[in-house]
């Protein structure tokens, strides 16, 4: 029997504490919170975004809890760790709900049971919901990987840079000062 599948406006009512939620394909996907170290990189790399975005006034940097919603009917409903959308498509600050578009920029900090498949394919949703640039970044093995809007990928070794290229022009950061 397959599964009961829900809305975005379902989700916005529901409630789990002390969990992350997410909607994939209209099933919802129930994860524990993320640990310390995982907190403690994206908050880092947050604050460094939030103020090259706050100084060159080009657009907002959101956290983690927010949802984007990226299809419909089944609707996907993800949130990344950290957000950037530029001042030209930000949503009306008083809107309620999902915003219907995917961030210019997605990071995602991976945890230590996350798997490989699971990661693309919401790297997958991401690209195919609207972001232009998503940093998938793994603080285990000191890491990243750059994901494009034009299908190009780059690997990042720890002496290496996040360069926020045409979607956050001016914004870099070195990996290790972030891990």
């Known amino acids: 029997m397959p599964p009961v599948l829900m809305t975005a406006e379902e989700l916005l009512h529901t409630s789990i504490p002390d969990k992350r939620v997410e909607l994939v394909r209209g099933v919802l996907v129930v994860r524990e919170p993320a640990e310390y170290r995982h907190g403690r990189v994206s908050m880092k790399l947050a604050f460094l975004l939030s103020k090259h975005v706050e100084g060159t006034e080009a657009g907002q940097v959101v956290s983690g809890d927010t949802g984007f919603k990226l299809a419909s009917d089944p609707d996907t409903v993800r949130a990344p760790d950290v957000a950037f959308i530029g001042r030209e498509r930000l949503p009306d600050p008083q809107s309620r709900g999902f915003p219907a578009l995917g961030p210019d920029l997605v990071v995602e900090v991976l945890l230590p049971d996350n798997r ?5 394919a919401k790297v997958g949703d991401w690209l195919e919901g609207g972001a232009r640039l998503v940093w998938v970044i793994d603080p285990e093995r000191h890491v990243a990987r750059v994901y494009r809007g034009d299908g190009t990928e780059t690997h990042v070794a720890e002496t290496g840079t996040l360069d926020g290229e045409d979607v956050l022009p001016g914004f ?8």
């Open 116 to 120: 490989p498949g699971e990661t693309l």
């Open 172 to 179: 870099s950061c070195g990996l290790r000062s972030i891990l």
